[in-house]
């Protein structure tokens, strides 16, 4: 049996995601793994997954949700190889972590994954998105 290769992105999203092949047993997973990369790098206004499964051809994002949900990868791998290709870049510069945690009220049921959260900088349990993003800056480059 001859396992067929994954569908080809953009080059540059290609060659560093073949960087974490071997976290997937699946060709399908893997290409869910690069389709991610692909969608969060896009002009998208909105980086939900139905959003990202448009822009990348799909029907809905259905795989893109059981890859994240259910697929068998280890995401201690996938760590271990980002963290490993950090340190190849920065070797032993200094860095500095910058933990952003963003949160937003919103009205109606338009936008995606709205819900009742604690929302920081409010300081109380409102309607609304909150997203937590982690930052390195390296000799003055985030």
């Excluded at 697929?71 to 340190?87: F, G, S, T």
């Excluded at 070797?91 to 338009?110: F, H, N, R, Y």
């Amino acid at each position: 049996m001859t396992l067929r290769h994954p569908v080809a992105t953009v080059g540059f999203v290609d060659e560093y995601c073949l960087l974490y092949r071997s976290v997937f047993d699946d060709v399908r997973s893997y290409e869910c793994f690069k389709w991610l990369h692909v969608g969060m790098i896009s002009a998208l206004a909105r980086k939900t997954l139905p959003e990202i499964a448009k822009r990348i051809g799909l029907k809905d994002g259905q795989s893109l949700h059981h890859f994240l949900r259910d697929a068998v990868w280890d995401v201690a791998q996938v760590r271990a190889i980002r963290l490993q290709l950090i340190r190849q870049q920065i070797g032993t510069s200094p860095i500095t972590l910058c933990i952003d945690e963003t949160g937003d009220v919103k009205k109606g049921e338009a936008t995606d994954y709205v819900a009742k959260q604690y929302i920081g900088n409010l300081g109380k349990t409102a309607k609304g998105m909150v997203s937590v993003n982690a930052y390195a800056v390296v000799e003055g480059i985030t």
